[in-house]
């Protein structure tokens, strides 16, 4: 079994920062792309970044780019999204998916086997 945990959403003002964590436990040795993902009330799910399982490349969705960050740690399947300059527009449950077979188009949430509950973040004008 694999088990999917987000942390670090919260409430901030607009232009301030936020950093997430995510870890995929239950396969050791088993190494995973891991992506984000968000979701605003009424409105579908967003694909937000994404990283490949040995941290070569990575993926960011239109309306984050040059202000999101996505990074993994090495040990694990730990992955981390730095949130900066933050707007109102990225108020979201932002859920936390991993991908255990492939090859997956890392873009697509169909992608992902395993997600996390969510983590909110609001960010207030």
């Known amino acids: 079994q694999v088990d999917v945990v987000e942390s670090g959403g919260g409430l901030v003002q607009a232009g301030q920062s936020l950093r997430l964590a995510c870890t995929a436990s239950?396969?050791?040795?088993?190494?995973?792309?891991m992506g984000w993902f968000r979701q605003a009330p009424g409105l579908e799910r967003e694909f937000v970044a994404a990283?490949?399982?040995?941290?070569?490349?990575?993926y960011y969705g239109d309306m984050v780019k040059g202000r999101f960050t996505i990074s993994r740690d090495g040990a694990e399947n730990t992955v981390y999204l730095q949130m900066n300059s933050l707007k109102p527009e990225d108020t979201a449950i932002y859920y936390c998916a991993a991908a255990f077979f492939g090859p997956p188009d890392l873009v697509r949430h169909q992608s992902y086997d395993y997600w996390g509950r969510g983590t909110q973040v609001t960010v207030s004008s």
């Open positions: 990283i490949t399982w040995n941290g070569e490349k990575t």
């Open positions: 239950g396969r050791p040795g088993s190494r995973a792309a």
